[in-house]
């Protein structure tokens, strides 16, 4: 029965969202946890993996959506494009057992959201590789992130945290940028300096096991400046 309440809970919700580099083990926290008695430990969060693309050189194809240069997202594709870069994040959830919801089994309709800010330094590289801070410009953003699948569905994760009794879970989700123009002159090579990754904010509100909350992560560098 339980299985089949959770595939339930996943097609409706599926319906309504849109369609992953080590850091700080454990994120900020801030909000109201769930009804739990003083001495159950808070749910926390973790980055367990994060991974970046930065395209060096960048040749970013917009209408690619296979090889090297690709930048577009078929069906079922979560993940940066090697042409545009971008990253994904992996998390996991520690104490979610001992919360009295998870304990009861009460349903679980919410999910979690992910939004970030981003810098991107492009240029271009000389005929020997070295890059060249005279035509370097950044790309700032500040956005919600794409989600992998359907993880940060909480019906997902606690159907996940009761099937086993050890293991730790946690949504996902990545960014794919869009292409950025680069121009060099003649003899030099369009590249994709660093990324800059800030403020990973993660949080969900209204949770029967969950509660209100919201956890932080950042800074992190990937590329030449890491």
């Known amino acids: 029965m339980r299985k089949s309440r959770v595939a339930r809970l996943l097609g409706t919700l599926l319906a309504g969202m849109t369609l992953v580099f080590a850091g700080p083990a454990v994120a900020q926290a801030a909000g109201q946890g769930s009804d739990a008695a003083e001495d159950t430990p808070r749910v926390e969060m973790e980055v367990g993996e994060f991974d970046a693309i930065v395209p060096q050189p960048y040749t970013p194809d917009p209408n690619a959506y296979f090889g090297p240069n690709k930048c577009q997202l078929y069906v079922r594709d979560y993940w940066p494009t ?5 990253f994904s994040i992996y998390t996991k959830l520690s104490h979610v057992r001992e919360q009295p919801g998870y304990i009861e089994g009460v349903e679980d309709n919410s999910y979690f959201r992910a939004t970030v800010e981003t810098s991107r330094t492009f240029g271009c590289m000389d005929e020997n590789g070295v890059f060249d801070w005279d035509t370097a410009f950044e790309v700032e953003e500040q956005r919600r992130m794409s989600s992998f699948y359907y993880t940060p569905i909480t019906a997902y994760v606690l ?7 050890t293991t730790d879970f946690g949504p996902g989700w990545f960014v794919n940028f869009a292409p950025v123009e680069v121009d060099c002159a003649e003899g030099m ?9 800030d403020d990973v904010r ?6 029967p096991v969950f509660g209100n909350r919201s956890w932080e992560f950042g800074p992190f560098t990937a590329g030449s400046a890491a």
């Open 82 to 86: 090697a042409g545009c870069g971008g």
């Open 159 to 165: 159907g996940q945290y009761r099937d086993t009794e």
């Open 189 to 197: 090579t369009p590249t994709q300096h660093d990324l800059k990754v």
């Open 202 to 207: 993660i949080s969900i509100e209204d949770s």
